[in-house]
């Protein structure tokens, strides 16, 4: 972990000019400067040169919980680094932030601490027991002892949103594909964690654990369908634990490849005019955007509608960075917006490709007043399949 000096080169090298504040979603809610990121550089920046002037001035240059409340209130959407003109890797700066502050006696929210509590006791953040993380898979799905992938089902998909994790196995299996599960021996990937500055347990404990796990069966192809478990294992496992001895995919890029094998084949309309919204984690982070609209385009009926915030320029639902676990009225209120952009549009239904993303425009919609639902692509493409 950098400390606050050795941040410096990052704090520097902002010009405040503001584009990340036009784009941070908890910024456009609160609409406070010490809301944005460059209020919150520049706050950085003045306890980094604080000066006997600054005392005689009465001036704060020390961490209050204010300012730490401000830190920890990031959805970890990355629009800030992505419209940085400096190429401030703001995501990484955060959580680094999150981790000094904790150090230094300031935070997290309880709702954080008490996830990393949980994930140590229980490996996932829900509090439930280990032994039912498989309780969701179907009985007339067979699992094989040979797979060509592991599904690696995610917490939220093994204890809250079991649908979602129903419906890959299912699409996995009508395209014939050969899979299994890591079951109890499948850890939180540590998402929660990293994204709230509680880094400690991910790299001592959850990613050697999963690592290891698919390293001493010797399965070479890992596919998940959470975008927050993607992007983590992605890009911060390799960082902790090397480069893994397996492939790693999104689903909606095996789902891709699946249909250009003419392995998935849709027999069904879905005939709905359908928006797409970009999970941060998985398109921002891991650059993931074309194989979850892919998916789309192939089936029968569907209407892909085309939105100015998509993509790279993607809205944040406001569920991510341990965020909606802290501050879920504020969550929703994103959502809501979110939603809104969407049904302005003309959609009728919602896609996406992550459970968290799901669970909060759905939860915005329902607080906006609107009707109108969102889907994961995989429970769209069964319907068609």
């Known amino acids: 972990m950098r400390k606050i000096n050795e941040i410096e080169k990052d704090l520097y090298a902002c010009l405040q000019c503001g584009y990340c504040k036009d784009v941070c979603p ?48 990031c959805t970890s959407c990355a ?44 490996r996932n953040p829900y ?4 032994e039912k993380r498989a309780a969701w898979l179907p009985a007339d799905l ?37 899979f299994n599960i890591l079951g109890e021996d499948e850890w939180c990937c540590g998402s929660p964690l990293l994204r709230t500055g509680q880094k400690g347990p991910v790299r001592d ?3 050697p654990h999963n690592v290891q796990e698919m390293d001493k069966r010797g399965w070479k192809v890992m596919v998940t369908a959470c975008a927050g478990c993607y992007n983590t294992m992605k890009t911060d496992y390799p960082k902790l634990t090397g480069k ?19 392995k998935l084949k849709f027999t069904k309309e879905f005939n709905k005019k359908v928006a797409y919204h970009d999970p941060c984690h998985l398109g921002r982070h891991a650059k993931v955007y074309d194989a979850p609209r892919n998916v789309l385009k192939a089936i029968p009926g569907l209407q892909l509608l085309q939105i100015k915030e998509e993509r790279d320029d993607s809205v944040c639902c406001g569920a991510g960075g341990g965020f909606k676990s802290a501050f879920n009225d504020m969550a929703e209120d994103i959502a809501a917006e979110r939603v809104k952009q969407f049904v302005k549009a003309g959609a009728e239904v ?36």
């Open 142 to 178: 067979k699992l094989s002892p040979n797979p060509d992938v592991i599904f690696f089902t995610g917490c939220t998909e093994a204890y809250r949103l079991q649908p979602l994790a129903v419906a890959t196995a299912k699409l996995l299996d009508k395209a014939g594909v050969k």
């Open 127 to 130: 509090d439930e027991p280990k």
């Open 350 to 385: 919602i896609a996406t490709s992550c459970p968290f993303c799901q669970v909060n425009l759905n939860a915005g919609a329902k607080k906006a007043g609107l009707d109108i639902k969102t889907m994961d692509v995989v429970q769209i493409a069964l319907q068609a399949a």
């Open 244 to 262: 893994p001895s397996y492939k790693l995919f999104h689903i909606s890029e095996y789902l891709e490849t699946l249909i250009k094998e003419g």
């Open 79 to 122: 629009a800030c680094e992505h419209k940085c003109h400096v190429e401030i890797k703001f995501p990484q700066l955060w959580e680094e932030v999150k981790e000094w502050l904790i150090s230094e006696g300031y935070g997290p929210p309880e709702a954080q601490r008490k996830i990393k509590e949980r994930v140590v006791q229980k």
């Open 26 to 73: 908890v910024h456009s809610l609160i609409g406070w400067e010490s809301s944005s990121p460059r209020g919150k550089v520049f706050y950085l920046k003045q306890m980094a040169a604080k000066t006997p002037m600054d005392r005689l001035l009465r001036r704060e240059t020390k961490i209050t919980p204010r300012f730490a409340e401000r830190v920890f209130q």
């Open 205 to 207: 404990e959850l990613a």
